[in-house]
């Protein structure tokens, strides 16, 4: 039986924000050009996402030509239980557990109706999403949420390709295509001194069943990172198709978010500044930086005189971190030059006027955020590909400058060096040439996803793809 009903796509993302964001963007997309996309997660972050945007459990919302459904799967109350005793091992089996079952359900609930689920997408840390579509024998791809070159890094360490640090060499540099990355520079939770070496292992699970998606979509763009685009299609059906939060759709769904906590009021605050005059510092939704490095940070900022906006998050509960305290009297003398929120429109935010520079933990997402907005950055990576993010935006993109190093290193950087730095990267030639630089790449961004660009055509050849798929599965019902 031929069907007029829209493709539907199962997406399912490891409940994670920096998993989250870039696979809800690739939902909203498909979605605008006419796919029926179920966007799925564990309810552990479901319940969040409920909270802080207005979304719920099942609905359906018209967007584009297509449609958008999220569903939060049951994590047999994994959430409940006492965070501090729950090791993230425990985590990700027990969504493995329930997440197994509920791709199933839904594969099988459909598969008698006239929108049987035509294709699978996940993102890494969930590799078990490939398994269960094999087994069913529905077609899946994987989105990829960090770096090529990352992708690069791991899939040479799993297929032992070029010698990597280890136990016996810890400090091994690592030829990955045209760079060599430093052993401090190689995704961390592949070096032995990582205290994170089993997200080392989650991760490579990725890489054991590499074989099942039929494409591997990567939030990045032909022309940053052409070398290990070209290097890796070698082995690989890879296809960059970012920035994805910059792919144009025919509908506005900038107010269609999966973040975690609800936004701060930033965007008035920002208002008020004076062009290219604010400081904006986040680490991202996990990395929580040892109090004595925030109270580094708050003296730079108090001696350096520049304004900022600073996303200082309540240390995440996993870590078992007291509350953060900021030097006495720091609100109060910052209060004409400063605003610390607990969460920002990220977006937004890089893309305001006022914003002169970014100090990022280099999470891929801010990373590509930072890039393709034409940000200036100041690195302060905290571990995994962070490291090597920062190597990349200071080394090869020319857009940052090193400031802190991965928290492996138990380095701490002084107020001193916070003030020199932030001085450097607003002010003066250097901070002129990352400026030049960064602006490069925006362009160069905006063009990739515009019509007839590297990603834009990437992303057609993949939609292409999944409509004769699914036509395919159609009439086999
Ligand atoms: N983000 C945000 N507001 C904040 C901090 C972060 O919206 O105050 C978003 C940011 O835009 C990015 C994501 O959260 O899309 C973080 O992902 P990333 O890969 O940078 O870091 P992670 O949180 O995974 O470490």
């Keep these: 039986m031929e069907s007029e009903a829209p493709i539907h796509v ?4 490891y409940p994670g924000q920096g998993h989250i964001n870039p696979l809800l963007r690739l939902a909203k997309f498909l979605a605008d050009k006419g796919f029926f996309v179920t966007f799925s997660t564990a309810d552990a972050v479901g319940k969040l996402m409920r909270t802080a945007n207005d979304i719920s459990h099942k609905s359906v919302t018209p967007v584009g030509d297509g449609f958008l459904k999220f ?11 006492d965070d501090s005793k729950r090791t993230l091992s425990d985590f990700n089996a027990q969504v493995e557990r329930s997440g197994r079952q509920y791709v199933s359900q839904v594969i099988k609930e459909h598969a008698e109706t006239n929108h049987p689920v035509s294709c ?34 791991y899939y040479s360490y799993f297929h032992k390709l070029v010698p990597f640090p280890s136990q016996a060499d ?24 990582s205290p994170y070496q089993t997200l080392g292992t989650v991760i490579l699970e990725q890489f054991k069943n590499l074989s099942k998606p039929f494409c591997v979509l990567v939030d990045s ?24 939060f910059k792919s144009p759709t025919a509908t506005d769904t900038s107010e269609i978010r999966g973040d975690f906590l609800k936004s701060d009021d930033c965007i008035e605050w920002l208002n008020s500044r004076a062009a290219a005059s604010v400081v904006y510092i986040s680490f991202g939704s996990i990395v929580c930086p040892p109090q004595e490095q925030v109270t580094e940070i708050a003296h730079g900022l108090l001696e350096s005189e520049v304004s900022f906006l600073w996303v200082l998050k309540p240390p995440t509960k996993v870590f078992g971190l007291p509350p953060y305290v900021l030097p006495d009297g720091f609100l109060e003398e910052t209060r004409e030059k400063g605003k610390v929120v607990q969460w920002s ?3 937004e935010v890089l893309g305001h006027g006022s914003v002169a520079c970014f100090v990022t933990h280099c999470g891929w997402n801010s990373s590509m955020e930072g890039v393709t907005l034409g940000v200036p950055m100041l690195t302060f990576p905290a ?14 993109y020319g ?24 001085l450097e990267a607003t002010v003066g030639p250097k901070a002129e040439e990352l400026k030049k630089n960064a602006l490069r790449w925006k362009m160069a961004a905006e063009a990739a996803v515009a019509a007839n660009g590297s990603s834009a055509k990437n992303l057609d050849a993949f939609l292409k793809d999944i409509k004769k798929r699914g036509a395919v599965r159609v009439k086999e019902i």
């Design 10 to 13: 199962l997406m399912v993302s």
């Design 71 to 81: 569903e939060f799967f049951d994590d047999g109350g994994v959430t409940s239980s």
């Design 120 to 153: 699978i997408i996940n993102n890494p840390f969930v590799p078990w999403v490939c398994d269960v579509a094999a087994d069913h024998g529905i077609p899946s791809a994987m989105l990829w949420v960090q770096s090529a070159a990352s992708f690069t890094a």
């Design 170 to 193: 810890p400090y091994h540099d690592v030829k990955l295509a045209s760079v060599v990355l430093k052993y401090n520079e190689v995704p961390d939770f592949l070096h032995p001194f």
């Design 221 to 244: 763009f032909e022309e940053l990172e052409s070398d290990y685009i070209n290097y890796l299609s070698e082995f690989v059906n890879i296809r960059p198709i970012g920035p994805l």
């Design 345 to 347: 429109p990220q977006e």
């Design 383 to 396: 571990w995994g590909d962070q490291v090597t993010n920062a190597k990349f935006l200071v080394d090869v």
């Design 399 to 422: 857009v940052a400058i090193k400031l802190g190093y991965g928290q492996t290193e138990k380095k701490i950087v002084s107020r001193e060096e916070v003030k020199k730095r932030l």
